[in-house]
């Protein structure tokens, strides 16, 4: 039996060399721990009080030598608060244990335990980053999800951190340093040593990771449970997309000013009564969408954002449209304001030059003003559920008609949409002949009007063209088919819209999805080709390696901001091919909050 062993700690792991220093008995059962590593690729260091070692404090260094042997790793019941970025050279892990520590944040880089099948973070009260309870509720997966999410952020500047119940945001990326301290931080790292080696290799990659996660120009944070807009959110100052959809927004942060490059905000389906007056500063907004919220006030703070394009009121509670809305946006291409509680529309609509899309169904409008002919890009006028006495006549000289391309969720398709006026569940008793000069009328509903006596039902239930025919066979047979009628000449010609950047912006975007997966592929087998050669030391093949992966991952994001530019430019198209997905998506509002 051994009972005297002396060596030289000089060289010895941290771990180690504290097991050796606590006595002969602690040190050999510390290494009785490891002695199976090799044979079974199972590591159980769990502490418990008969132990003669003290918890540890984080993970040993020595496991990085048996990194491709390792599939099983229990450290429960220790002291760890951190786990190292490195923690992603245990590719052949599966199962993996830190019950009962100190842990506050995970690595992002963990995503990349691909053959991982199993984790264990019960009663780690403290951690944030992820948040407690994403593991509490959804466990590998919704853990995994996370990560992932704030690993890609860097490459694709897209973070999507959806339908996770947070209700607190804390990356631990962000809010431990400030950007100017993670400069010195890197260039303390990067320090060159006397063999060629960096001065911290794992730090150095660490912070150039949180240096390009701050740069991200796209957050979404739909569907989960804030009250607020995180602060942490606030920090991506390179946002130009934000989405805090689905949620439980009371307020908006008047910190929203700091997003100073911002086109595009969703706040839908929250509870906003009131938008802050420091909105004013985002004058880049083009996009705003604050359906389903508790707005009793048009927010006049609006009036200040006059790039926008696309407002969405709908399912709020506003009772009046303010004039000064018309004079000052003028931008606006798309208005929703449907289910709302509007009594009259502004009498200087026709200040609208560039509307296109009017959504103003079931509210309480009795007239539509004499202004809106001068709105001559209307091509959708939604008025049913309103109680209209009488066809607005003015509506006649709407006669702006477009070829357009619209695309649909899971296809493309070529369509052609004309002017679309819809009128059902109103007052009206009858319906001016003249209409049937519209003649690229595509969409005309007139159903549930009880007080409708021309034309007659069995007429209405035909398709379109043949209503709008037997409009003017009337005005014909009343007129001698030689004058034109009340609403004066309408041109029936369309103005054909060009396709070809559509179509070329849709055949890039699938061009460079498929670049994307090969160059993440070739990526992803250069990352363990530098993993193996960083454990056996072989520096030469490590640096060439090294400059490859650098290299890939720079393509990489290159390839991913310009999906990201072709995205937007399919998105804020002239050819109003936002305009077509946005009235998809708001088709039968009342039905789609049922799914909500």
């Known amino acids: 039996m051994l009972e005297i062993f002396n060596c030289s700690t000089a060289g010895l792991d941290a771990d180690v060399k504290h097991a050796y220093e606590s006595g002969l008995e602690t040190f050999l059962a510390y290494m009785r721990a490891w002695s199976t590593v090799k044979t079974s690729g199972r590591l159980d260091l769990s502490w418990d009080a008969s132990l003669a070692w003290d918890p540890l404090q984080e993970m040993p260094a020595q496991l990085w030598r048996f990194a491709d042997k390792l599939t099983v790793l229990n450290l429960n019941e220790n002291s760890i608060m951190h786990l190292p970025y490195n923690i992603f050279l245990l590719y052949n892990l599966r199962q993996f244990s830190i019950q009962k520590n100190n842990i506050q944040s995970l690595p992002y880089s963990m995503c990349r335990l691909t053959a991982l099948e199993a984790l264990s973070l019960e009663d780690n009260y403290d951690m944030y980053d992820p948040p407690y309870d994403v593991y509490l509720d959804m466990g590998l997966a919704g853990v995994m999800g996370y990560l992932r999410a704030l690993d890609n952020a860097p490459s694709s500047k897209i973070l999507e951190i959806k339908s996770l119940k947070l209700n607190y945001l804390k990356i631990n990326d962000t809010i431990q340093t400030t950007l100017e301290s993670l400069s010195q931080r890197k260039a303390r790292a990067d320090v060159t040593l006397s063999d060629g080696r960096k001065h911290n290799e794992v730090e150095s990659l660490q912070i150039a990771h949180r240096l390009?996660?701050?740069?991200?120009?796209?957050?979404?944070?739909?569907?989960?449970?804030?009250?607020?807009?995180?602060?942490?959110?606030?920090?991506?100052?390179?946002?130009?997309?934000?989405?805090?959809?689905?949620?439980?927004?009371?307020?908006?942060?008047?910190?929203?000013?700091?997003?100073?490059?911002?086109?595009?905000?969703?706040?839908?389906?929250?509870?906003?009564?009131?938008?802050?007056?420091?909105?004013?500063?985002?004058?880049?907004?083009?996009?705003?969408?604050?359906?389903?919220?508790?707005?009793?006030?048009?927010?006049?703070?609006?009036?200040?954002?006059?790039?926008?394009?696309?407002?969405?009121?709908?399912?709020?509670?506003?009772?009046?449209?303010?004039?000064?809305?018309?004079?000052?946006?003028?931008?606006?291409?798309?208005?929703?304001?449907?289910?709302?509680?509007?009594?009259?529309?502004?009498?200087?609509?026709?200040?609208?030059?560039?509307?296109?899309?009017?959504?103003?169904?079931?509210?309480?409008?009795?007239?539509?003003?004499?202004?809106?002919?001068?709105?001559?890009?209307?091509?959708?006028?939604?008025?049913?559920?309103?109680?209209?006495?009488?066809?607005?006549?003015?509506?006649?000289?709407?006669?702006?008609?477009?070829?357009?391309?619209?695309?649909?969720?899971a296809c493309l398709l070529l369509v052609t949409v004309s002017l679309q006026l819809r009128l059902s569940s109103t007052q009206l008793s009858g319906v001016p002949p003249q209409l049937g000069l519209l003649t690229c009328l595509k969409e005309l509903l007139l159903s549930d009007n009880e007080r409708l006596v021309w034309p007659t039902s069995d007429v209405l239930q035909r398709p379109v063209h043949e209503i709008l025919a037997y409009l003017r066979s009337y005005l014909e047979a009343e007129e001698g088919g030689n004058e034109e009628g009340e609403g004066g000449a309408v041109s029936s010609e369309l103005q054909a819209v060009n396709v070809d950047s559509f179509l070329a912006h849709n055949a890039r975007l699938a061009e460079l999805m498929g670049e994307l997966q090969e160059l993440t592929q070739e990526l992803e087998e250069k990352e363990k080709e530098l993993a193996k050669h960083t454990r056996i030391g072989n520096k030469s093949k490590v640096t060439e390696l090294q400059e490859v992966v650098d290299e890939l991952n720079y393509e990489r994001q290159m390839l991913a901001l310009e999906m990201r530019e072709t995205e937007e430019l399919g998105k804020l198209d002239e050819n109003l091919l936002l305009i077509e997905a946005e009235l998809a998506k708001m088709e039968n509002p009342v039905e789609d909050s049922d799914s909500d």
């Open 212 to 409: 390009q996660l701050m740069k991200i120009n796209s957050l979404n944070l739909d569907h989960n449970e804030f009250d607020t807009v995180p602060p942490d959110a606030l920090k991506f100052t390179d946002l130009v997309f934000l989405s805090v959809a689905h949620n439980k927004l009371e307020t908006l942060t008047e910190g929203i000013r700091l997003l100073t490059n911002l086109t595009v905000l969703e706040l839908d389906n929250n509870g906003l009564e009131r938008l802050p007056q420091s909105l004013e500063q985002n004058r880049s907004i083009v996009k705003l969408t604050l359906n389903r919220n508790q707005f009793k006030l048009f927010p006049d703070v609006i009036f200040s954002l006059t790039n926008l394009q696309i407002l969405n009121l709908a399912l709020n509670q506003i009772e009046t449209i303010p004039e000064t809305f018309c004079e000052m946006n003028k931008s606006v291409k798309l208005l929703a304001l449907q289910h709302n509680q509007i009594h009259f529309l502004p009498n200087n609509i026709g200040m609208m030059e560039n509307l296109i899309l009017l959504d103003v169904t079931q509210n309480h409008i009795i007239s539509v003003p004499s202004t809106i002919p001068a709105c001559q890009k209307l091509r959708a006028l939604f008025l049913s559920g309103n109680p209209l006495p009488s066809f607005p006549r003015d509506l006649l000289h709407l006669s702006k008609l477009q070829q357009v391309v619209t695309a649909p969720a």
